[in-house]
């Protein structure tokens, strides 16, 4: 049996393989025909497959920057509910065009099961002051993956500052205003620590992810 006359069930699943592993894999089975492009193209792969790669670099794929290499693919993936194309695109609308509202909305569908969309949407509440939202995200980052202490949420707290830093923010700090914490998730030790000198404990760790997401805005 050749390869082309595989069920179609086997070839996606092929596919969906190489894909969720990374989305480049799937350029060589876009030009080896109708077929293969038609499945390449499916919900069920653009749905999961992985953007790391391209979302790296977010000038590849934001409107009005560069030749927006990207764009077209990123689009399909975010009309079929792929996460982490939700999940950038959230950025881009909060940071680019400052729709937090949009962005919010966006993130929302993959909250409380991705861990990043959950994490970041109660960040950025902190920057619009609103604590009953936040505090509430928070606790669901708690109860689904990881205490707000542990390796897990410093680690993704440090993706989210890197990921806002990509996509060349203001730096204005145009939310400190407006900045609040949940105060009943207020660490004791957060000013215990300079965070431009010293090494910050695990405890208040996401209290300056925030702050620092407010500074990067």
Not at 70 to 75: I, Y
Not at 84 to 112: K, T, W
Request: proline share 7%; with cysteine.
């Amino acid at each position: 049996m050749t390869l082309p006359d595989l069920p179609d069930e086997i070839l996606l699943e092929i596919k969906q393989r190489c894909g969720d592993d990374d989305y480049r894999f799937l350029t060589p089975f876009v030009v080896a025909g109708k077929r293969s492009n038609r499945l390449v193209y499916s919900s069920e792969i653009l749905r999961t497959c992985n953007l790391t790669a391209l979302c790296v670099e977010p000038l590849d794929f934001i409107p009005g920057m560069r030749r927006l290499r990207g764009r077209p693919f990123f689009e399909r993936c975010l009309r079929e509910g792929n996460i982490q194309a939700a999940y950038f695109e959230a950025l881009r609308l909060i940071i680019h065009c400052g729709d937090f509202e949009g962005g919010l909305n966006l993130m929302e569908p993959n909250i409380p099961d991705d861990g990043k969309s959950t994490l970041a949407s109660a960040l950025f509440y902190c920057l619009l002051g609103d604590t009953d939202e936040a505090g509430y995200l928070f606790q669901c980052f708690d109860a689904k993956h990881d205490h707000l202490v542990s390796d897990k949420a410093r680690r993704i707290g440090q993706e989210i500052v890197r990921e806002v830093g990509s996509f060349y923010p203001p730096f204005g700090g145009y939310f400190s205003y407006s900045f609040l914490f949940p105060p009943a998730l207020m660490p004791e030790c957060a000013y215990d620590h300079d965070p431009g000198h010293d090494p910050v404990c695990h405890t208040c760790y996401i209290y300056w992810v925030a702050h620092r997401v407010c500074a990067q805005l």
